[in-house]
């Protein structure tokens, strides 16, 4: 990023010994020209992204409460993390389950509904709108609408499952049915996923189904050997982007605290701190508490496990590798 | 059926096993549309549902919000007036069109250039800057908050929504990138041709390049839109402490505890930060499906 | 910012209610950042005697209508006085809010909170001025100030804020649903109140809870761990500010009642019940229409009850004691309001002069405190026959509990009250059944407090 010489113009091709005036002029201009398009890039970058990513840094080895000047306390922060902090190993696992249990269950739902989606002989236009439609509902009206609905005192939800003999759970209000209830609503607005997959799927020619069923493919054979391969790529990414939006899992969560509780008090992660989330807990110690050096280091720890991820991406994702992509010469 | 049609029995002998297959799988593709569309319709329901009790709840009474029943037993429609007097959602309506409006228009400003630089020019650097890209759009925005936080604070500017606006000046990571994809599918040629022609890059991007890519244009721009409109964490971060700076979301979240309003207010008010989003996703729907599809098509 | 208030007991519950005409409050923010933004209309304090105009802005937490009104009212004596300095109050706003101008250089000149737990954050931060000199420059005499308001008004050596009026606590219950039971008299002991609970307590024919004796489950209104371990006397901190919950016998013995009585009823039956209560500031308020039959609540409640016009037929009383501490009769716990001038207060000597005005003198004092309901934090305030709510005797029942010597609240401490947001999330999980060790889980607390307590350093 840093050396943006212009090594390519039209006539990149040509020898380039001894390049004649001209051409070392187009060459200038060309740098120029490349340098301009950027510009906002390189000033965003600069400042939206390097200067805040070093100052994080240097901030999560200070007892920084953006109010007094931050002085430098080594490790203390990290180590509070490690050994103290009473919420910090809860708000991991809550990070976690979402990661490990809502993303897959999303992708999956998504899948299954794409190929619904995709088998439909009529209607199937009507139904991809009404199937997307969720996904674009603010998350903070969607959670509302949520928690409105699981309410076990005067929610729908409950009493319908009762009409068919259910006891329903205490759902939002309940330690161990709060992620659930959360999941539910991811899949409720999994609309986004499920357009991609669905253009997936209707790009699978349809040779290659009817080759297998020549050959006495059943139909899970048929996903298997056909559908499978021809998607994965689409699985992975869309895998990844749900654990990396699945680490930064915050709105939802605070906003199902805050309303399932009612009384304002406790609701962080309410209820019994089974909706905390890490990039809550970073939230709650840099700007409720007075801790925004411990709060950035619990933002090194979230910057760390999310590049690792998006490395995944790097290297598995064809689209985000850059040397495939066409080189078009000036 | 057939094979309890004796007249023709015989006579259809050599014909009757393949027909009847045909019938069978007639039939049983009969039977797989009707589940198929069932499922879909069942799945349907549960797609819509929450949006229609949303709608009902939020014209009944205070004492039947309260209660289980489903269906309003007075339609009290005055609730939407309601909502405007308890707190000031026309304020934040205001602000969120404000500041959806301001976030998308400097985006696409900034947004598209960048993008084009990075599909259709040649130069070192190139790739990392495309790394940088991705880094950006994967990056939670936690990471940055406290020394963002601190930055617009020595400008002066937290309790205001400029801190949300100004960043999309300088490049929006998930839009160049679903732009630069786009990008990428358009045929050289048809740029060579305009250039041949003597333009500059800068026209054939704005005559030749942005016609054509309209509809990711539009596509990006109505994320842009959406994501301002839907954001909760930056409005929380910059303008918490000045309610008449707040965003529906934010204001919405916030609205049943701190009004000591029942359940048929808050869906009121929920449905009001709902359905412009509906509205517009209808007029939009195929650029809407077409950006989402951009995004993974590549992936 | 609203949602994120975690831990912040009624005050801020209250403040909520309070902010029914955040309308009117939006409009006055508007005016406000447009002057403190524009660098003031008047120019900066040169001393204590000058006198050229000035105006400041003014932060505090009421809402409604007749609470901003009567801040009015109080503000304008103020002028009356001071005729050169001009007050802009800014109402309904919360402590996350000014913590969050004080960060971003925008603070108002003077910013009153509903928050006592929020002083020694503020105090050992630096986020609120060291009022000292100011007090010790004009002979300000804290005498007049009851000593336990005193000492949550100030933290380590610093004395940032300035109490404006408490609120304190008792137990309301309803007389039709006594007399029904049969019971003659409000519980004295918290056995007594457990039996009573149960008495008062009617079910639906699922089995569901349809009047509750009383809400045992924390969360539920005001029912909260600080609002019930007074009556046992505990006391949160030791002497040098570490955590004491694991060595005062009063915690365990405050959340072996509460457990008990809990499954009494059923915790999970307790948690639907508390989902179907309707807003606690909102007419419905279960209290107010006969589905909680007792409750611990805050003296304001005998005003909420009186505006939103409901027929409960109540009485109050001081909160129930432990049986074997008769002599904490009485008592009950006292949360204050407090004031004081935030760091980047742009006029800072006006600030003053208006902060000592509100909590010291005592026709201010009075006049609030009986415009709005709350208890006066002045000892000549509290005596004043011009003190017209005195008279009211189920409002004279919190101004008892109030002078109670054994009335009590929780100290300010440097973690900004984080010894009482993990209290409260070890108190949520005991009651859900998920700590199966009691006294290892005060203890962990414990450790837990401290070790946030380190962290601020």
Redesign the interface.
Known sequence: ??????????S?GAPDAAPAPALRARHRR??L??L???A??L???A???V???V??VW?SFTN?N?ISPAQFVGLRNYRFMLDSDPQIWQAVRNTGWLVVIMVPAQVLFALG?AM??A?????AGL????????A???????T???V??F?P????V??LLGLVGIHGPLWFDSPSWSKPALTLLAL?GS???M???L??LL?VPAEQYEAAELDGANPWQRFRYVTLPAIS??V???TV?GV?AG??Y??QA??AA??A????QAAPGYPNGSTMTF?EE??TS??NQFH?GY??AL??V??LV??A??LV??RR????N??E?????? | MTSYAPASARAARSASPHRAARSRARRRRAL??VA??A??VG??C???G??V??ML?SVMT??Q????D?WPRHWQWSNYTTVF????FG?WLINTVVYAVAATGAMLL?SI??A?????????????????????M?????????????????L?L??TIWPLVI?S???DAFS?FLLR?FL?TIP?DYLNAA?VDGCS?LRVLTRVVLPMMRPAVVAVGLFAF?NA??D??GP??YT?????HWT???G???F????????NL??AA??I??AP??IV?FFA?KA??EG??L????? | ????QHRRGFHT?R???R??A??L???T??VA?ACS?GGGTSGPDTGAGDTSPVTITFWHGFSSPHEIASVGAVLALFHKKYPYITVKAVP??TD???N??I????APDVDASFNAANVGGWCSSGAFLDLTADIQADHVDLGQIPKAVQSYTAFGGKRCTMPWLADTFGLYYNKKLFAAAGITAPPKTMSELAADARKLTVLNPDGSIKVAGFMPYLGAYEMLTEHLVTSWGGSWLKADGSSNVGTDPAFAAAMTWQKSLVDWFGAAKLAKFKA?M?????A?NSFETGNLAMMVDGEWRTAFIKNDKSTVDYGTAPMPVADTMPQLYGSGYVGGNVIGIPRGSKHPDAAWKLVKFLTTDTEAVTTLADAIGNVPTTLPALDSPSLTLAQDPKFATFLDVFKNPHTSTTPASADGGAYLTNYGLFANKWQSGQIPDLQAGLKAVDRQNDAALKLGQ
């Open positions: 990023m840093s050396t943006l010489t212009a090594t390519g113009t039209r990149a060309n740098r020209r490349v301009l398009f950027l906002p890039g000033v965003g970058f400042v939206f992204l200067y805040p990513l100052m994080t901030l920084s953006m509904v619904v989606t088998r439909l002989k009529a209607g139904f991809r709108t009404l199937f997307y439609l969720p674009l509902a603010p998350p903070v009206a969607a509302v609408a949520f409105c609905m309410n005192s005067s929610g729908p409950n009493q409720w609309g986004t996923v357009v991609i997959f253009a997936a790009d790529p689409v992975l990414f869309a982007t990396i680490l930064q915050f709105t605070m906003v805050q309303v509780n009612g009384n304002i990039p970073l939230y840099g700007f925004a709060a950035c933002a090194v979230l910057f999310s590049m991820f998006t991406l790097l994702a064809s689209g985000f850059p040397q992509t066409q080189e078009t010469p000036l | 797989v549309w198929d569309h499922v879909a799945l349907a549960a797609f819509v929450p949006i009790f949303v709840t205070d004492q919000s309260l209660s289980s489903l007097r308890t707190a000031p304020t900034s250039p960048i084009y630089a990075l599909a259709r020019f040649r130069f070192r650097g190139r790739n990392a800057a495309f790394l940088a890209v991705i880094t950006m994967m990056l939670p925005p936690q990471v940055l908050v406290i020394p963002m936080y601190l930055m617009w604070a020595r002066h937290t309790g960043p000046l300088f490049g160049v994809q990428l050289e250039r890059e959406f409109w839907n909760y964490y929380l971060i918490g402490e000045t309610p008449a529906l979301a934010l919405l979240a916030s049943k505890t701190s009004h000591a309003v029942q359940w808050t869906m929920t449905l930060a709902m989003v509906i996703f729907q809407f499906i989402v599809t995004t993974g098509v590549k992936g | 910012m609203p949602g994120s519950a403040a909520r209610r902010s029914c955040v309308a409050a939006a409009a923010a508007l950042s933004t309904a706003e996350d809010k000014v969050q101008a960060r971003g250089g925008t179907g309707p807003d606690e500031f909102s419905q």
